[in-house]
C-alpha cells in the first residue's frame, strides 16, 4: 500500500503482539514524525536487549548471562520451583515476598488454538530439573484462565508420577485475567493458599 521502507515497518510492526493493521499504521506513521535521534534511541534499545539479554540456561528467565539472578543466588531455596508462563508473571510473583525458591518460565501456555503444544514449552527441561536436582514441591502459578488451567493440568499429570508434591497457586485470582495484572496482596494470598493437586 505504501512505498518500500514505509510498508516493511508496518509489516514488522504488525508482527508485534496485540498490534494490529490499523494500530501498525498509526505507530509507523508516529515514528515517521519524531526526531532522528528519537527514533534511533527506539532502535538502540531493540538492538541492545537482543544483543545482551538472552534467557537463563536453568529455568529460561530473561538474564545478562548463562545464568539469572535467581539461579545463581545461593540464598533461593533450589528444593522449591515456582512454574509461570512468561518473565512477567515471575516478576508479579517477586513484587509479592513470599517466594524464596527458583523459578521455571514456560515460554507461553498451551494453547491448540494458537497451535502451542507442549513440545513448544520449556516442559522437557522442567522435567529434567525436578529428576535431577531434589525437589520437593513444584508450584504451578500459570494464568488462572483456560489456557493457564491447561497448562497446569496437563503438568501435575506430568510430575505427579516422579513423586514430587505439585501444588497449584489458590483461586481468588480475576478469572480469565493474567497473573501480572493482579495486585501483590491478592497473589500473595493466591500464592500462600496454593493446594496440592494431580495427587
Ligand atoms: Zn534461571
Known amino acids: 500500500m505504501y512505498e518500500g521502507p514505509v510498508q516493511d515497518l508496518i509489516d514488522e510492526l504488525g508482527r ?8 501498525a499504521q498509526r505507530i509507523a506513521f508516529h515514528l ?6 528519537e527514533a534511533e534511541r527506539l532502535a538502540r ?4 536487549v537482543k544483543a545482551k539479554v538472552h534467557f537463563c540456561r536453568v529455568c529460561h528467565n530473561v538474564s545478562e548471562g548463562d545464568l539469572c539472578q535467581f539461579c545463581r543466588d545461593p540464598r533461593r531455596d533450589a528444593t522449591l520451583i515456582c512454574v509461570v508462563e512468561e518473565p512477567r508473571d515471575l516478576v508479579a510473583i517477586e513484587r509479592t515476598h513470599e517466594f524464596r525458591g527458583r523459578y521455571h518460565v514456560l515460554g507461553g501456555a498451551i494453547s491448540p488454538i494458537d497451535g502451542v503444544g507442549p ?10 530439573r525436578v529428576g535431577t536436582d531434589q525437589v520437593s514441591e513444584v508450584i504451578l502459578a500459570t494464568n488462572p484462565n483456560v489456557e493457564g488451567e491447561a497448562t497446569a493440568m496437563y503438568l501435575a499429570r506430568l510430575l505427579g508420577p516422579l513423586g514430587v508434591k505439585v501444588t497449584r497457586i489458590a483461586s ?4 480469565g485475567g493474567d497473573l501480572e495484572y ?6 500473595g494470598r493466591a500464592f500462600a493458599g ?6
Open 172 to 175: 481468588g485470582l480475576p478469572v
Open 194 to 199: 496454593r493446594r496440592e493437586i494431580g495427587a
Open 16 to 23: 508485534l503482539p496485540g498490534i494490529g493493521p490499523k494500530s
Open 119 to 128: 513440545d513448544d514449552l520449556a516442559i522437557r527441561d522442567l522435567v529434567t
Open 182 to 187: 493482579a495486585d501483590e496482596i491478592t497473589l
Open 32 to 37: 515517521l514524525k519524531i526526531d532522528t535521534a
Open 45 to 48: 534499545a531493540i538492538s541492545e
